[in-house]
């Protein structure tokens, strides 16, 4: 799947090489909300590769872009200039579980499946290996609003697997999730992970989370969002989201998000008194004692 500036082109194609995992690219990519000057630039020439396989966090301030990047990977938008690639199928998964509640559990991943086209057999059989794999092999029958909350967002996961995709694409799904939720489904995608050679790009505001999961962390600019550091993930696995080495380079990590939120400050404040120096300027210039 390609998109430049204004265009879309789907090619459907999976990876060349079977069983591997699809890649993302996005080359000087752009994205502009509405015209003139109401306009608001919320990505700025991003230039960024993951290549198949990789686990790949995104970090950055609230309103920095994340989810527009997600959002124009998945072909839910366009960008304004540049070029987004994703090879392979391409899923995303929300904060939110985002599960139809007239349906259970199996009824949402079966959804899923229909549309690839599957048969009922083969949707019934993939359906259960499906339960099985995010842990909830009794809970097929269970509607969402009879689940816990870390519950809902296996079934959210299961879903996403079910559309084979290459490439998944996850906006925060464990931000609204307790602390020991979310460590567990951490795990939860380490082992569904391991079976699977996906490509993974993971946007969360939890430094630590993202060194926890990542094979790299990419830290994004104040809007609008600009590459400004990555950081390679060594750690061996399987991590704790307490250990020490996640949290030495999770502290490093922040202490370069809070540079770059400093210097945006700065800067704005910058730009504030130069605007209002310019607003003074201008109402002397019309005063009529002027000159």
């Known amino acids: 799947m390609v998109r ?35 306009a608001v630039r919320a990505l700025d020439k991003i230039s960024l590769e993951v290549p198949p396989g990789e686990f790949t966090c995104l970090i950055g301030a609230s309103g920095c872009g994340k989810s527009t990047l997600l959002n124009l990977v998945a072909g839910l938008d366009q960008p304004t200039a540049g070029k987004v690639t994703a090879s392979g199928r391409v899923a995303l998964m929300f904060q939110e579980p985002a599960l139809f509640p007239w349906l259970t559990a199996a009824g949402n991943i079966d959804l899923a499946l229909r549309a690839r ?5 083969e949707r019934r059989q993939r359906t259960a290996e499906l339960l099985d794999a995010v842990r ?11 689940l816990s909350g870390g519950m809902r967002q296996r079934v959210a996961l299961a879903r996403a697997l079910a559309q084979d995709a290459d490439v998944l694409l996850m906006d925060e799904p464990f931000g609204a999730l307790d602390a020991m939720t979310r460590d567990l489904l951490h795990d939860e995608l380490d082992r569904v992970c391991a079976g699977r050679r996906l490509t993974i790009l993971f946007v969360t505001h939890n ?16 809007r609008p969002g ?25 502290a490093k990590i922040t202490d370069r998000l809070r540079e770059e939120m400093s210097r945006d400050t700065r800067l704005r404040a910058g730009v ?20």
Request: proline share 4%; aromatic share 2%; hydrophobic share 40%.
């Open 272 to 291: 504030g008194a130069g605007l209002r120096g310019e607003a003074g300027l201008a109402r002397v210039a019309r005063s009529p004692d002027a000159g």
């Open 207 to 222: 430094v630590q989370e993202a060194v926890r999961l990542g094979d790299r962390v990419v830290v994004l600019s104040s």
């Open 136 to 146: 909830l092999t009794d809970f097929g029958a269970k509607r969402p609003h009879e």
């Open 4 to 38: 430049q500036g204004n265009t879309t082109t789907i090619t459907g194609q999976r990876s060349a090489v079977e069983g591997a995992a699809g890649s993302v690219q996005l080359a000087g990519v752009s994205k502009v909300f509405g015209r003139g000057r109401s």
């Open 226 to 250: 600009r590459v400004v550091d990555q950081f390679d993930v060594s750690i061996e696995r399987p991590r704790r989201i307490d250990s020490a080495p996640v949290a030495e380079l999770a």
């Open 117 to 121: 086209g599957l048969g009922r057999v």
